[in-house]
């Protein structure tokens, strides 16, 4: 099953913090997290693969919650190059992607 | 050292041609994706394969979808007739087996148009 990612469509200026859900029917084991600009194919930024933990890259960071099957992409202070859309990835190897959340970071 | 390599990047075709995408993986890669994305229905995962072997092939649509691998440094994704609903971007991925990353290295896409 497809993971359900939260919100939809984010709209930020500049320094503004940001919050992305994702969340499963299913056990998860591990998160992925990617993002895609437009035009562009999806690069990965992390990987949580156990309970609790906590991921870091540049000024995004990621929380993974086994028990409540979610996870959380926190992005701080965010900057223009921020912009595109957010995916979660779950189910190990071959990974099944949310929908996207496109956050649109303005001046 | 060289990502994914896709081609074409862009394919114009008219209904009921055949329609070839090419992928070139990561070299040392052993697993190799290809995923179909649209506005309305996202990243899908079409098929899988491990060191050239199909392993999940029940993403693909229908029967005018097929995929091969025929060694570790090629694949194809091959539908035929095509329809419009076809039209989409085909991405190529491919991953190394490690426990502690698991990252997916995707290849810029063919844009697919099907008229």
């Known amino acids: 099953q497809q993971p359900v990612q939260s919100p939809q469509a984010v709209i930020l200026r500049e320094g503004e913090d940001a919050v992305i859900n994702c969340s499963s029917s299913?056990?998860?084991?591990?998160v992925h997290w990617y993002r895609q600009k437009h035009g562009e194919a999806p690069v990965f930024l992390m990987i949580?693969?156990?309970?609790?933990e906590q991921k870091g890259h540049e000024k995004i960071s990621a929380s993974f919650n086994e028990k409540k099957q979610q996870s959380s992409l926190y992005l701080t202070a965010s900057q223009l190059s921020y912009s595109g859309t957010y995916f979660c990835?779950?189910?190990?190897?071959?990974?099944?992607f949310g929908s996207g959340t496109r956050l649109q970071v303005q001046p | 050292d060289a990502g994914v390599i896709q081609s074409p990047r862009h394919e114009v075709t008219e209904m009921g041609q055949e329609v070839t995408l090419r992928c070139k993986p990561i070299?040392?890669?052993?697993?190799l994706f290809w995923y179909r994305q649209t506005m309305m229905r996202g990243l899908e995962l079409l098929i899988y394969?491990?060191?050239?072997?199909?392993?999940?092939d029940s993403g693909m649509p229908e029967d005018r979808f097929s995929a091969k691998m025929p060694n570790a440094s090629f694949s194809t994704l091959k539908i035929q007739p095509s329809e419009p609903r076809d039209s989409a971007v085909y991405f190529c991925?491919?991953?190394?087996?490690?426990?502690?990353?698991?990252?997916?290295?995707f290849g810029e896409g063919s844009r697919l148009t099907v008229l």
């Open positions: 991925a491919s991953s190394l087996v490690r426990a502690d990353t698991g990252e997916l290295f």
């Open positions: 299913k056990a998860l084991y591990s």
């Open positions: 949580l693969l156990k309970g609790g």
């Open positions: 990835g779950t189910g190990g190897r071959a990974l099944t």
């Open positions: 070299s040392g890669h052993d697993y």
């Open positions: 394969f491990n060191n050239n072997v199909p392993i999940d």
